[in-house]
């Protein structure tokens, strides 16, 4: 069966510093998608990043990427240059026939 | 459009109490799904519509009852509900259902979510 692991609860940043989120996932499939969402309070969960498993390139979005370990299947986040409007939680899903979900990461932001 | 609109935003029914969530996206879409989250937890799938059919039931009690009218609608249909239901009901849409097997990349479109309390 498909899991997605997120093993950090919550994680703090400062304003203008970088921050790496972690998620791991178990899966048979040789070709998948990885996603990262931000939940803010305002509770609609917005796509972050994209990553496709047969790219080995990292996906990068503006002041995110990822980290793409397809043989570890390890899949982080780097936030860069970290914003007020930053702070959210982040989930990592991985999709087959559905999208299933880590158990999330609380991000802080501190200016 | 990019959206995914939901009504109500917020939803207090008694027990005994029918009620609909309401769920609208108009990007040709052809799955969709509600998933029900509660604080601080992940979303946990309920159902997925494919083609106007349901096609994913994980489950849920039959005091849920979704429905999709047409391509463009998701209904859920609340009674009878427990306390414990309460939390905050999201839709979602993607552009077809079966993710990388349906040729997309399983993307998900979410609403802003119906918070529901039952008293």
């Known amino acids: 069966a498909q899991t997605v692991t997120q093993s950090q609860p919550e994680m703090s940043v400062q304003e203008a510093e970088t921050v790496t989120l972690s998620c791991t996932y178990d899966?048979?499939?040789?070709?998948?998608?990885l996603f990262w969402y931000k939940q803010p309070p305002s509770r609609q969960m917005i796509l972050v990043i994209r990553q496709e498993a047969y790219k080995q390139q990292n996906a990068t979005e503006n002041r995110f990427s990822v980290n793409f370990q397809k043989a570890a299947k390890s899949f982080s986040l780097k936030i860069s240059d970290s914003q007020l409007g930053d702070a959210a939680m982040y989930f990592c899903a991985y999709n087959t026939d559905k999208l299933i979900f880590g158990t999330g990461t609380r991000l802080q932001v501190f200016p | 459009d990019t959206e995914v609109t939901q009504t109500p935003k917020h939803l207090v029914m008694g027990m005994t109490n029918k009620k609909s969530l309401k769920c609208e996206q108009h990007?040709?879409?052809?799955?969709m799904y509600w998933y029900k989250q509660k604080a601080k937890k992940p979303p946990e799938l309920m159902f997925v519509?494919?083609?106007?059919?349901?096609?994913i039931n994980e489950s849920v009690p039959s005091r849920f009852s979704p429905e999709c009218p047409n391509s463009s609608l998701l209904n859920l249909h609340l009674h009878a509900l427990q306390p414990e239901d309460s939390a905050l009901y999201l839709c979602?849409?993607?552009?077809?259902?079966?993710?990388?097997?349906?040729?997309?990349?399983?993307?998900?479109?979410f609403g802003e979510g119906s918070r529901l309390t039952v008293l």
């Open positions: 979602a849409s993607s552009q077809k259902p079966g993710g990388l097997a349906g040729g997309t990349t399983g993307e998900l479109f």
């Open positions: 990007m040709g879409h052809r799955a």
């Open positions: 899966t048979s499939e040789s070709d998948y998608y």
């Open positions: 519509y494919s083609y106007e059919k349901l096609s």
